[in-house]
Nanobody, 125 residues
């Protein structure tokens, strides 16, 4: 049984930082592509960042470029998202997701097979 469990969300003031974690089990972690998405109330789920299985290649949404870093620790079966200089518009539920290898459509949620339950991030102004 595959499980992805996010943690690290919470309430933070604008300008602050958070480090989200996603612990995975039940899948060949070192072989999968991992991504973070987010969904704000009334909005569609949107891509935040992705990291390939090797960890050498990562890609970011424009709104997080320069403020966020995605990383993975294959020994711990965990993927991270460090977010700095947080803004109120970053308020959302953040989800981690996993899929097989390949570089097509990395930013499309529909291409991801496994999802966590999400962790709430709230940024106050």
């Amino acid at each position: 049984q595959v499980q992805l469990v996010e943690s690290g969300g919470g309430l933070v003031q604008a300008g602050g930082s958070l480090r989200l974690s996603c612990a995975a089990s039940g899948l060949p972690f070192s072989s999968v592509t991992l991504a973070w998405f987010r969904q704000a109330p009334g909005k569609e789920r949107e891509f935040v960042a992705v990291i390939l299985s090797s960890g050498d290649v990562a890609s970011y949404a424009d709104f997080v470029e320069g403020r966020g870093t995605i990383s993975r620790d294959n020994a711990k079966n965990t993927v991270y998202l460090q977010m700095n200089s947080l803004k109120p518009e970053d308020t959302a539920v953040y989800f981690c997701a996993a899929r097989g290898p390949g570089i097509a459509n990395l930013r499309r949620p529909v291409t991801y097979i496994y999802w966590g339950q999400g962790t709430q991030v709230t940024v106050s102004s």
